[in-house]
């Protein structure tokens, strides 16, 4: 069955036309599915008995099912696991801010780019995410947390599980429909896609004029070549000096800076000297970039620690001190383990136990 949250605007309407229906009900649907984010059917009530009936017998409305969610006592951050409809789960994060919420959205079941301290990978990939699947986690978050001006979704990050441009053409769509103003409408510059540096799918992106432009951050994580291979793979082949001419050289919009994420590790990228490389590797480009320092995230079993404190500000001044735009991200929900994959995980061995 399909889904219509599959479809951009454009192909919404010709599918409405593909059933002998006028053009306006693209625009009624669009309306009860992103506007309402209708639950059911029978909610879309300008809509005749009969078209009703047949969105009901031949499309699914709801991509995802709430299996679980955790709230953080810390910050209020929210936690949610859902179910697939072949059973798998994905997660996603609701994170309140002061003026706006984010949300950061699933994009694959698992992830083969195969980054060492990262949780989301054990597993390798299973397989990509629908565009409705993507766009249901927006959707469902949303109508869970309610619909107060306060509550609203403003901003999305791709920063769940997977990588977002290993899914390219599901993402873009999902982007088409969360940017486009008769559907979502959210601001583009309140959207950031975060690859891990596939560089030919960031060329892609740019040069893709049906991509909506929308924020980038890059996974960097070192600033060396060979500390960078040693903790993320795809660097043997992405290397990181392609990967910073890429960057370099991209057209960005102004006012659009690249976020080059860092998850300092104790004892492996997190030196004065890792700070110092990591300046001379933004060098004269300091306007072009701000960085995202994240303190690892430990789980059970991670082969890594997460450095203390003082390491990690000591850090974040020495860039400071090149005038360049760097801030720490503590993790949110702590208490809830809002890292990559934990929940799926913590799940998964609860119905282990249970069988
Ligand atoms: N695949 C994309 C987006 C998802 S990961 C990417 O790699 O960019 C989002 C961010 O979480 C990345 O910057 C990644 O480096 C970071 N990350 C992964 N595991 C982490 C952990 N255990 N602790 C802290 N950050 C982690
Ligand atoms: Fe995949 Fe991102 Fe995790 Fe690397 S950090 S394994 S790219 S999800």
């Known amino acids: 069955m399909i889904n219509l949250k599959e479809f951009n605007y454009g192909e919404l309407e010709r599918w409405v036309r593909q059933q002998g229906w006028k053009k306006f ?58 179910k697939l409809k072949d059973g798998h789960t994905v997660e996603s994060v609701f994170i309140p801010e002061r003026g706006h919420n984010t949300l ?8 083969a780019v195969g980054c060492t301290f990262c949780f989301t990978t054990r597993d390798g990939l299973i397989r990509n995410l629908t565009t409705a699947e993507i766009i249901d986690q927006y959707i469902q978050s949303q109508r869970f947390v309610g619909f107060e001006p306060e509550k609203r979704i403003s901003n999305v990050v791709y920063m769940g599980m997977g990588e977002p441009l290993a899914n390219y053409e599901n993402v873009k769509k999902s982007v088409q429909i969360l940017t486009d103003d008769r559907m979502l409408g959210l601001s583009n ?3 950031t896609i975060s690859s891990s540096g596939i560089i030919h799918q960031i060329r892609k992106m740019y040069e893709d004029q049906s991509f909506p432009q929308v924020r980038l951050a890059v996974s960097l994580n070192a600033a060396d070549q060979e500390t960078r291979a040693r903790i993320m793979p795809i660097s043997e082949t992405n290397t990181l000096e392609d990967l910073m001419k890429t960057l370099n050289s991209l057209p960005i919009k102004t006012g659009y800076r690249i976020m080059l994420e860092y998850v300092l590790i104790k004892d492996l990228n997190d030196s004065p000297e890792d700070a110092h490389r990591l300046a001379r590797l933004i060098g004269k480009n300091k306007k072009r970039y701000k960085v995202n320092l994240i303190p690892f995230n430990p789980y059970p079993g991670s082969p890594f620690e997460r450095p203390d404190e003082k390491r990690v500000n000591q850090f974040h001044k020495i860039l400071w001190q090149y005038n360049i735009g760097a801030f720490v991200r503590w993790s949110k929900g702590k208490d809830i383990s809002a890292a990559c994959g934990q929940l799926r995980k913590k799940e998964m061995e609860f119905h282990i136990k249970v069988l």
């Open 25 to 82: 009900r693209a625009k009624q649907i669009a309306k009860w599915l992103y506007n309402k984010k209708a639950g059911s059917y029978d909610e879309m009530t300008d809509l005749s008995k009969e078209i009703r009936k047949y969105l009901k017998e031949n499309t699914e409305l709801n991509a995802l099912e709430l299996v679980t969610y955790q709230q953080s006592k810390e910050d209020g951050s929210i936690k949610f696991l859902w």
């Open 189 to 191: 510059r309140k959207i």
């Open 104 to 111: 950061c959205v699933s994009t694959q079941v698992g992830c």
